[in-house]
T-cell receptor, first 113, second 115 residues
Framework: GNSVTQMEGPVTLSEEAFLTINCTYT??????LFWYVQYPGEGLQLLLK?????DKGSNKGFEATYRKETTSFHLEKGSVQVSDSAVYFC????????????FGQGTTLQVKP | EAGVAQSPRYKIIEKRQSVAFWCNPI?????LYWYQQILGQGPKLLIQ????????DSQLPKDRFSAERLKGVDSTLKIQPAKLEDSAVYLC?????????????FGEGSRLTVL
């Protein structure tokens, strides 16, 4: 079945540093790919998504490109802020088009001033 | 627009006791999901409803977990009897419909501690 692997955390960066969080997937068919973010004390919320190969999702300065040839969807941001400190989850739709999402284990990002 | 509402936010029980969690999805959202998130892991789907009907409950431990969605709106997830390994955050999410491009909207979760 479909699955997602994320890089282990925690990731600790200084403010204005460049961020990459790696995500690779295994899937049958053509899944959609997502990044969700969980800020402290809040629920999961969608950060960005891509629905087909070579699509780039972007939001709040974050970007990720759907790479079918490398089965990857790495999250990047050019200059992180303290307010970006959160847990980031990569996810994909399961086979069967039911809308069900399969999540990676999450990567904690801590940004220090 | 009101988000997904869940209650209670926190619950502490002893093993073998029972507990129930409630979820009210975003108005008009036909699809409702219950996920279990164990500390340090990503959310795992327990059950998915489309209106009143169950779409996927393949990972629901049916000997102890049950869920219902009466009238296609609110939903309740019950655990009876609870085990230590049920300690987790139970997340409810909803979406307009099932499909490969839809966004899921999550509640803040109900944190369960089983002693």
């Amino acid at each position: 079945g479909n699955s997602v692997t994320q890089m282990e955390g925690p990731v600790t960066l200084s403010e204005e540093a460049f961020l990459t969080i790696n995500c690779t997937y295994t899937a049958t068919g053509y899944p959609s790919l997502f990044w969700y973010v969980q800020y402290p004390g809040e629920g999961l919320q969608l950060l960005l998504k891509a629905t087909k190969a070579d699509d780039k999702g972007s939001n709040k300065g974050f970007e990720a490109t759907y790479r079918k040839e490398t089965t990857s969807f790495h999250l990047e941001k050019g200059s992180v802020q303290v307010s970006d400190s959160a847990v980031y989850f990569c996810a994909l739709t399961s086979s069967g088009n039911t809308g069900k999402l399969i999540f990676g284990q999450g990567t904690t990002l801590q940004v220090k001033p | 627009e009101a988000g997904v509402a869940q209650s209670p936010r926190y619950k502490i029980i002893e093993k073998r006791q029972s507990v129930a969690f409630w979820c009210n999805p975003i108005s008009g959202h036909a699809t409702l999901y219950w996920y279990q998130q164990i500390l340090g892991q990503g959310p795992k789907l327990l059950i998915q409803f489309q209106n009143n009907g169950v779409v996927d409950d393949s990972q629901l431990p049916k000997d102890r977990f049950s869920a219902e969605r009466l009238k296609g709106v609110d939903s309740t997830l019950k655990i009876q009897p609870a085990k230590l390994e049920d300690s987790a955050v139970y997340l409810c999410a909803s979406s307009l419909g099932a499909g490969r491009t839809g966004e899921l909207f999550f509640g803040e979760g109900s944190r369960l501690t089983v002693l």
